[in-house]
C-alpha cells in the first residue's frame, strides 16, 4: 500500500491491513516477465501492436511537421504539395487505426481452448479482454546517478547495481505472465515507484525524465515527465491483465467460473481505482468517460459468469430454478444495455472499437431472449404445482415478471397446464424475436462474422428456442398468441469491485543503502556532513539521543562536551567511528557510544536544512513518531505547476481526496519514540 503522501486511496481496497514496506536488507532477487520473444498467439498479438504503435507514433510525427510547414509557408505550390503529403498521411494512420482495431478485438486468442471446443450446448459466448499497455524502454543510469551525487553527496557510480537493478525490474514488468507471477510483478514495480518518487522526484525540480506509453486502444503515443503517469499506466495494465486472465478461464467448470468472477471483479477494481485516484490522463483509455466504460464491462461480464454458475448449480426441472435463471439473465441483459449506453456516449464512441460495441449490443439481445425462454420452460416443462409447494411458486410468481401479465389469476394460471402453455409460447415468440435481433446485429460487425464460436452460440440458441416453440405449437391454437411481460432482473450474486490489494506483495527499497526516508529523500535538503571528536566528560558527551535510523540529537547541555564540538539540536547522528549508523537502532548507537575509550568518540552528523533549532527539532520528532510511520510529503498535484512552467501538457496527477480507511496499518519502516529518549 502507497503511504499515506499519495493516499488518496480506496480503503477498501486495503483488505489485508496495508503493505509493510521493506527498507532494510535487499533479498537480491527480481521477477522476471515471460520472454518477449517466445512464438505464443498471444505474443504475437503483442508484437503486432507493439509494431503499429510504432507505426502510428511515425506517421503522427510527419503529420505534425506537414502540418507546421502548411502554416508557415506563404508558397502556394508548397502548400498544395504538403496538402497532398498530409492526404497519404491522413489515409496511413486510418489504415493502422483499423489494423489496431482489428487487433483488440481479437478475443478468441485470450479465450480457453476447451471453451473453444466444446458441444454447443456447453459452449460460451467470448468475453472481452483488453491488451497491455505498450511502452518504451527507459534509461535512468545518467540521471539518476546525478542526482545521486548532486542531492545525496555519494558517488552515483556506486549505486550503479541498484539502479540497472531497477532498470531490469522496468523491462520485466513490460511482458508479464498472463498469470498470478505476471500480476505479482506489475504489483512489485508500482510499489518500488514509490520508493523511486520519495527518493529522485522532488517537488520543485524535474529529473529530465520522459515516461513514453502508447494508448491502449488507438496507439497514440503520449509522454510526461510526472511519475504519476507511469503509476497509472501500471496500474491500467494490472485491471488489463486481469481481464485476460478472466477471459482464459475454463468456464465450463465452477472452479474456472470462481477464477474468471474474481480476475473480472479485480480488473473493475484496478479501473475504479485508476479512475478515482488520477486525473488529467493524457490517453484517451485512461480518461474517466473510458474508464467508467470499462468498469460497467467488467461488472457485466462478472454479471455473465454469474448466470453461467447458476446454470451449472441449479436443478434442470425445478420451476424455482428455472424463473431464477429467466431473472439472472434478465440481470445480464440490463447490465449489458448499461455497458452499450456508455459506449454509445459523445466521449466514448469514436474511441470504442466497433466490435466491442457491437458485441455488447448483441450479448444485451442475447442473453434477453434467455429470459424469456427460461420463463417459457419454466412454464412448458416443469410440472404443475402441488398445493404445498403453490404457496412458494406464487410468491416468486408474483416478482418475475415486470408487469404481470394478461389473463386468468396467478392461481389458475400455475395451476392451469393450458395457460401456462399460453404464456410460455409468449414468451417463446419474444425469445425468438430476440435472437433474431442479436443476429442480425451480428451480421453488421465483419470482424464479429468472423468468430465462429459467437455465430455458434447465436445460431444454436436461436435453433433450440425455434424447436421448443414448434414443439408447444398446436394446429387447433386459434387464439392470438399475447405480447410476454418481460422479465424483472433479479441476481443472487452481486458483483463486487474489489480494489488493488498493494499490501499482496511486499517490495523492498533497492535504494535503501541511500538511508531511511525519513531524512534522505528527494524532498528534504542537508547540509554537508560535519565530523566531530568527542571526549567523555564528567556529565558524559552532554547531548540527548531519541528516536532511531538515524537517530537525532534531541537535545544539547549548554557548556557540555557536545555543545563544544558544535553539535545543536535537531542534528542526526550517521557516522561513529567511521561505522555508517543511519539504519542504526537507538540502542546500537548507544552501544557504540558507551564503547567508547579515554580516547574519545568521532561522529558524523547532518542538519536538515531549516530544521535548525528546538522547535523544528521536536516537530521532526512528532512527525517521525506519528502513527503512520512516515512523513507527509507533497502529493503529485505539487509538482504539476511546475511542469506547466516548463511547457509540459496536462499532466497525470494523484487526485487530492484522502480516503485511507480507518482500519489500514502500516508497517514502521523508521521508528522514532519519545519513551526512548536518554542523555549520554
Request: with cysteine; net charge neutral; aromatic share 8%.
Amino acid at each position: 500500500m502507497m503511504p499515506p503522501e499519495e493516499e488518496s486511496l480506496d480503503g477498501g481496497g486495503d483488505r489485508d491491513g496495508g503493505l509493510v514496506l521493506l527498507q532494510g536488507l535487499k533479498s537480491g532477487s527480481t521477477r522476471k516477465g515471460c520472454d518477449p520473444f517466445a512464438q505464443t498467439q498471444r505474443s504475437k498479438l503483442q508484437h503486432r501492436r507493439a509494431r503499429i504503435n510504432q507505426q502510428i507514433n511515425k506517421e503522427m510525427r510527419m503529420r505534425a511537421g506537414a502540418e507546421n510547414l502548411f502554416r508557415a509557408t506563404s508558397n502556394n505550390k508548397v502548400k498544395e504539395t504538403v496538402a497532398l503529403e498530409l492526404s497519404y498521411v491522413n489515409s496511413n494512420l486510418q489504415l493502422l487505426k483499423e489494423e489496431l482495431e482489428e487487433l483488440n478485438s481479437s478475443m478468441d486468442v485470450y479465450q480457453n481452448d476447451r471453451l473453444l471446443s466444446s458441444s454447443s450446448e456447453s459452449i460460451s459466448v467470448p468475453m472481452i479482454p483488453l491488451g497491455l499497455k505498450e511502452t518504451k524502454e527507459l534509461d535512468l543510469l545518467a540521471p539518476l546517478k546525478d542526482f545521486i551525487s548532486e542531492h545525496y553527496g555519494e558517488e552515483g557510480i556506486l549505486f550503479e547495481k541498484e539502479i540497472k537493478e531497477f532498470m531490469e525490474l522496468r523491462q520485466a514488468m513490460r511482458t508479464p505472465s498472463r498469470n498470478e507471477a505476471g500480476l505479482e510483478l506489475l504489483m512489485e514495480y508500482y510499489n518500488q515507484l514509490y520508493f523511486l518518487d520519495s527518493r529522485f522526484f522532488p517537488p520543485t525540480k524535474s529529473l529530465g525524465v520522459f515516461f513514453h506509453w502508447y494508448d491502449s486502444l488507438t496507439g497514440v503515443p503520449s509522454h510526461q515527465r510526472a511519475l504519476a503517469f507511469e503509476k497509472g499506466s501500471v496500474l491500467f495494465n494490472i485491471g488489463a491483465l486481469h481481464t485476460q486472465i478472466g477471459a482464459r478461464q475454463d468456464r465450463a467448470s465452477l472452479p474456472g467460473l470462481n477464477q474468471a468472477i474474481d480476475a473480472f471483479q479485480k480488473a473493475a477494481g484496478a479501473f475504479n481505482y485508476l479512475k478515482e485516484n488520477f486525473s488529467n490522463a493524457p490517453s484517451l483509455d485512461m480518461s474517466a468517460a473510458s474508464l467508467n466504460m470499462l468498469v460497467r464491462l467488467m461488472v457485466a461480464q462478472v454479471q455473465e459468469c454469474v448466470f453461467e454458475k447458476m446454470t451449472l448449480l441449479r436443478a434442470q426441472h425445478d420451476f424455482l430454478a428455472r424463473l431464477q435463471l429467466a431473472q439472472e439473465a434478465a440481470r445480464v441483459e440490463d447490465v449489458y444495455s448499461l455497458v452499450h449506453q456508455t459506449m454509445t456516449q459523445a466521449h466514448v464512441k469514436d474511441y470504442v472499437p466497433f466490435s466491442w460495441t457491437t458485441m455488447v449490443h448483441v450479448k444485451s439481445e442475447h442473453f434477453k431472449a434467455l429470459s424469456h425462454y427460461f420463463a417459457a420452460i419454466a412454464l412448458c416443462d416443469c410440472p404443475v404445482a402441488s398445493d404445498a409447494e403453490l404457496p412458494e411458486q406464487e410468491k416468486a410468481f408474483i416478482q418475475f415478471h415486470v408487469t404481470m401479465p394478461e389473463g386468468p389469476s396467478l392461481r389458475v394460471l400455475l395451476q392451469d397446464p393450458e395457460e401456462r402453455r399460453k404464456l410460455g409460447k409468449a414468451h417463446l415468440k419474444k425469445a425468438i424475436m430476440k435472437h433474431e435481433e442479436a443476429m442480425r446485429i451480428h451480421g453488421l460487425c465483419k470482424i464479429l462474422r468472423k468468430m465462429d464460436i459467437l455465430q455458434e452460440v447465436l445460431s444454436f440458441a436461436h435453433k433450440r428456442s425455434l424447436s421448443k416453440y414448434s414443439e408447444i405449437d398446436h394446429e387447433e391454437d386459434f387464439f392470438e398468441t399475447g405480447d410476454a411481460p418481460d422479465v424483472h432482473p433479479k441476481t443472487h450474486q452481486k458483483p463486487e469491485i474489489k480494489s488493488p490489494s498493494f499490501s499482496q506483495v511486499k517490495v523492498t527499497d533497492i535504494f535503501h543503502r541511500l538511508g531511511p526516508l525519513s531524512v534522505f529523500s528527494a524532498k528534504n535538503k542537508w547540509y554537508p556532513v560535519r565530523r566531530v571528536h568527542l571526549m567523555r566528560g564528567e556529565n558524559g558527551f552532554g547531548f540527548t539521543l531519541r528516536g532511531d535510523s538515524p537517530v537525532l540529537i534531541a537535545g544539547v547541555i549548554p557548556g557540555g562536551c557536545a555543545a563544544e564540538a558544535g553539535l545543536k539540536e535537531g542534528d542526526y547522528i550517521i557516522l561513529v567511528n567511521g561505522k555508517d549508523c543511519r539504519w542504526s537502532k537507538h540502542a546500537e548507537v548507544v552501544q557504540l557510544l558507551k564503547s567508547t575509550g579515554e580516547e574519545g568518540v568521532e561522529i558524523g552528523v547532518i542538519t536538515l536544512q531549516g530544521s535548525e533549532g528546538p522547535k523544528a527539532a521536536d516537530k521532526k520528532a512528532a512527525a517521525m513518531s506519528s502513527g503512520s510511520g512516515m512523513l507527509k510529503s507533497n502529493k503529485e498535484n505539487s509538482r504539476k505547476s511546475l511542469m506547466n512552467s516548463k511547457g509540459a501538457s496536462t499532466l497525470l496527477v494523484w487526485s487530492k481526496k484522502s480516503k485511507r480507511s480507518k482500519k489500514s496499518t502500516y508497517g514502521v519502516p523508521f521508528t522514532a519514540v519519545g519513551d526512548n529518549e536518554a542523555m549520554y
